[in-house]
């Protein structure tokens, strides 16, 4: 008799980057939050590279191709688009696909400004935003020691898992 599958083999990792060059006269979002910032990123949308990777990191966990395949940045139509949307879009495509996100790691390589005075705020956001508690947002934030000062990058892993109705439907 064929062995019924195990929860933890219905269990899905993804993982997501990005990165977006700063400049001048530009806002900074991380996380859907807006961090005050003499410089933010230069972008088709808000150049939000925490939502982004993420995005593309749920993406990935059901090879979906990544947030371009989407919303590709050479069409007039997604300018100025929130990433917030993006996101949206993203998590319906996994409540579609019978999944839950089920935690959220990430981090932000960032020269400046000190984001450690933000990490509350955005970790909140994010929770709102994906629906996740707290506690299951990790987010840590590291300087690049000078190796790229005039970019915000990001590199993002999810955890999902199958929605109680879907446990066991290893369809
Ligand atoms: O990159 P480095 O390890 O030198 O960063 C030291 C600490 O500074 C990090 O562990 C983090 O707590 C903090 N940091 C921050 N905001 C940044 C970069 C780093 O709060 N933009
Ligand atoms: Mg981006």
Known sequence: MA???STWSQLLIGYG??????GEGREL???GVRIESERGAIAHSDGDVLLHAISDALL???ALGDIGSYFPDY???????????ILEVVLQKVRDSGYRLGQLSAVV?????KL?????AIQQHLALLTGLPEKRVGLTFKTS???APDHAQCRAMVYLEPLPEKQGDNS
Do not use: I
């Not at 980057?17 to 700063?22: C, F, I, N, V, Y």
């Open 3 to 5: 062995e019924k599958p």
């Open 17 to 22: 980057e990005d990165a977006h060059r700063l």
């Open 29 to 31: 979002w991380l996380g």
């Open 60 to 62: 990935s966990a059901f």
């Open 75 to 85: 069409d007039p139509k997604w300018k100025g688009l929130e990433s917030r949307v």
């Open 109 to 113: 390589v960032l020269d400046r400004p």
């Open 116 to 120: 450690g005075p933000h990490r509350a």
């Open 145 to 147: 020691e000078g190796l």
